[in-house]
């Protein structure tokens, strides 16, 4: 099955910029595409729920962001490199969290509802994004 992996985090000045990458495992015995997939970013605080971040759907849809990122994250997809990114700007020491992609093929992913809801199948382990002050 797929195992979207998450790579790409690191410790940052705050104002920095940092890219995430999400791609498919390479130690699967199938190669996946992510095409018909809903990829959404997440992060956890700890001892806190996780938080959509991000959305990038298989189809037209725009992208959604949480209100905290918007403005300063953007999302994208390169599907000649198998990848979304999370390309983040101006980071704050807020924004320190474990960083991971989660996978929803042919779904709706995200729910941007209030509680959230996410129907995603596969989910990464994630990487970590520290930001200092």
């Known amino acids: 099955q797929l195992q979207p992996v998450a790579s790409g985090g690191g410790l940052v000045h705050s104002g920095g910029s940092l890219r995430l990458t999400c791609a498919p495992s390479?130690?699967?015995?199938?190669?996946?595409?992510?095409?018909?997939?809903?990829i959404g970013w997440f992060r956890q605080f700890p001892g806190k729920e996780r938080e959509a971040v991000s959305a990038?759907?298989?189809?037209?849809?725009?992208?959604k962001y949480s209100d905290s990122v918007k403005g300063r994250f953007t999302i994208s997809r390169d599907n000649h490199e198998n990848a979304v990114y999370l390309q983040m700007y101006k980071l704050k020491p807020e924004d320190t969290g474990h960083y991971y992609c989660?996978?929803?093929?042919w779904g709706e992913g995200t729910k941007w509802s209030d509680p959230p809801e996410y129907e995603h199948e596969y989910w990464g382990q994630g990487t970590q994004v520290t930001v200092t002050s």
């Open positions: 390479r130690h699967t015995l199938e190669y996946y595409t992510l095409d018909p997939y809903a």
């Open positions: 990038s759907m298989y189809d037209d849809r725009p992208a």
């Open positions: 989660a996978a929803d093929k």
